[in-house]
């Protein structure tokens, strides 16, 4: 069966130090993978999407940054925090976004 | 104006009572998600549906493609129902597009 895995659950980090959170799936081939934010009391928002490894497709500038090294494995990066970046963070994968989508447990990421 | 619309932003409801959950959009799409996302923030898809009609358990989606709306229905609703219900559509380029949610609450 597939799972995803994402880690940390929260993370409490300060302005201008780097992020590195990581997201990875098990039991499925070239998925589909998502990066969202949550905001408080906010809708969800699409930061990053991946169609395969290197492929890359940002949604909204920022200084966020997102790799795909391996197949089944996504990063969402900073170099520098900042107390905006602060947010409910969401890896999500899909089949070629023909299937639903199967969300991680999410990083709940406070910037101080 | 959202691409994704949902209607109410927040539905307060007793034990028992049908719930509706409306959500409309203005872009052409593939597929429609319906989610839902509990207090945790934890996130489950409910369905995924491009025409007609699912059902599953206690929950119903309806889609109508050519006026572009569907619905979530809930039916003899229980406080474990209680979450933020998301609508999200695919709309070209294999991305999802996100209405606000709608927050339900209901009381025993």
């Known amino acids: 069966s597939q799972t995803i895995h994402q880690w940390p659950a929260t993370l409490v980090q300060p302005v201008g130090s780097p992020l590195s959170l990581e997201c990875t799936v098990e039991?499925?081939?070239?998925?589909?993978l998502y990066w969202y934010r949550q905001a408080a009391g906010r809708g969800l928002q699409l930061l990053f999407y991946?169609?395969?490894?290197?492929?890359i497709s940002s949604e909204v500038p920022q200084n966020l940054s997102a790799s795909r090294p391996q197949d089944r494995q996504f990063i969402l990066s900073s170099k520098k925090l900042l107390l905006s970046d602060s947010g409910f963070y969401l890896c999500?994968?899909?089949?070629?976004?023909?299937?639903?989508?199967?969300f991680g447990n999410g990083t709940r990421l406070t910037v101080t | 104006k959202n691409e994704v619309e949902q209607s109410p932003q927040n539905l307060t409801a007793q034990e028992g009572e049908f719930i509706t959950i409306n959500c409309s959009y203005s872009v052409g799409i593939s597929a429609l998600h319906w989610l839902q996302q509990h207090p945790g923030g934890g996130i489950v898809s409910l369905f995924m549906l491009s025409s007609g009609k699912k059902k599953h358990g206690r929950l119903i989606a309806t889609i109508n493609i050519q006026e572009k709306h569907s619905s979530l229905h809930i039916t003899a609703s229980h406080p474990r129902d209680s979450a933020v219900y998301i609508c999200?559509?695919?709309?070209?380029?294999?991305?999802?597009?996100f209405g606000q949610g709608t927050r339900l609450t209901i009381n025993p």
């Open positions: 999500a994968w899909s089949v070629q976004g023909r299937s639903p989508l199967h």
């Open positions: 039991g499925t081939s070239n998925p589909n």
């Open positions: 999200a559509v695919t709309a070209g380029a294999q991305k999802l597009v």
């Open positions: 991946s169609v395969g490894i290197g492929q």
